[in-house]
């Protein structure tokens, strides 16, 4: 099970992080990813890590965000700086795999609602 957290409202140039607590897993040996949608897009793949901690992430935020992971609290985090108002949408942590460089969420989490605006 993945539980989301930490969305909210923010300024543009502000920071959010976003952490997502499992249970009945292991975020050490789990491929797993953050994905976004916003209002009337496609869902988007934010970013991913392996298992190993190799770390890939969308062109849109290289840069600016960065993904992590505390296996001892046993979550994954996405920490978002210099958030821009295309940033808004609902992210959802997954736990899924790799094929390659391209990462597949298999097990979802509920959403949590970022908001970029002034």
């Known amino acids: 099970q993945l539980q989301a957290s930490g969305g909210g409202l923010v300024q543009p140039g502000g920071s959010l992080r976003l952490s997502c607590a499992t249970s009945?897993?292991?975020?050490?040996?789990?491929?797993m990813g953050w994905y976004r949608q916003a209002p009337g897009k496609e869902r988007e793949l934010v970013a991913a890590?392996?298992?190993?901690?190799?770390?890939n992430y969308a062109d849109s935020v290289k840069g600016r965000f960065t993904i992590s992971r505390d296996n001892a609290k046993n979550t994954l985090y996405l920490q978002m700086n210099s958030l821009k108002p295309e940033d808004t949408a609902v992210y959802y942590c997954?736990?899924?795999?790799?094929?390659?460089?391209?990462?597949?969420?298999?097990?979802w989490g509920q959403g949590t609602l970022v908001t970029v605006s002034s």
């Open positions: 009945g897993m292991r975020v050490s040996i789990n491929a």
């Open positions: 997954t736990s899924g795999y790799f094929r390659g460089y391209y990462y597949t969420g298999g097990n």
């Open positions: 890590i392996t298992s190993g901690g190799f770390a």
